[in-house]
């Protein structure tokens, strides 16, 4: 045996390296990583080279890789082989970025909404100005919730979830025409935002001045709000336009149908 000045002992050489010792016995019997040399009293000795050895499967393994694949690595290391791991791991992990930052996004919107439903009053009116918004649009629907809507709702959702992953909950939209002809359930489609980062979208909403409402209660009270609406902006000479647009806020904290809240988003100019 070498020089016992130039070995560490299990203890030593987990110390040196910032390890868990029982880790360094982990890897020793499964036959990950060994010390150079073992006496037959049952005495292990690290060398100082072996470091550089323990940094790679601390590397790896911090890169994801399995116990199973570093030990198969091992066999025949190589440059082309490490590169090649480096360039699969490299994907993974953007392709792991990419997810996180999407899941951060939509829990974002979930709680901008949440917040939202929190000053929530039925029946009051706010003018908000809101930037230009992408949306992407489903088939046109029947506004009866029948089995056709339905089954727009299903292809839509699907279409969501190819594009986005994870996606907030969609909304419907209704003519500004209908609701001043008192046909309130005569809508168009169900919509959804877009992303900026994301180039498939329908249609953007412009940017602009809008009027904010909230509904609190079942859809059979979205009727009553819309009348609250077109009785203020008649009120402050206001001419609605376009379309308004219905979002839920609360679908994952609800607790009783009463007190599900929509959202009511419609444009208007000065007459």
Known sequence: MKNKKFLYTTGQFAKLNGINKRTLHYYDEIGLFSPEFK???????????????????VTLRKMGLSIEEIIYYQK?????????????????????IHE???TKSFLEQKSDKLALSLTA?????DIVTLP??????????????????FAVAADF???????????DNFGSRISI????????????????????DVELYDEIRPEGTYLRAFCIGGWDKLRETYDVICFFAEKEHLELFGYAYEEGLNEMSLQHRED???MITVGFKQK
């Open 121 to 125: 009053q039925q029946g009051k009116i």
């Open 76 to 96: 025949s290391p190589t440059s082309s082989s490490f590169a090649n791991l480096i360039s699969e791991k490299k994907k993974l992990i953007d392709k792991s």
């Open 39 to 57: 006496e037959q009293n049952g005495y292990r000795y690290y060398t100082c080279f072996q470091t550089v050895q323990l940094e790679l499967i």
């Open 132 to 149: 230009k918004q992408r949306i992407l649009l489903s088939t046109p629907i029947t506004g009866v919730y029948d089995d056709n809507d």
């Open 100 to 102: 996180l930052l999407n």
């Open 177 to 196: 025409n209908h609701i001043l002809k008192g046909n309130y359930n005569d809508y168009d489609c169900f919509f959804a935002y877009g992303r900026q």
């Open 157 to 167: 959702s699907l279409r969501l979830k190819s594009i986005f992953g994870l996606y």
């Open 260 to 262: 599900y809240i929509t």
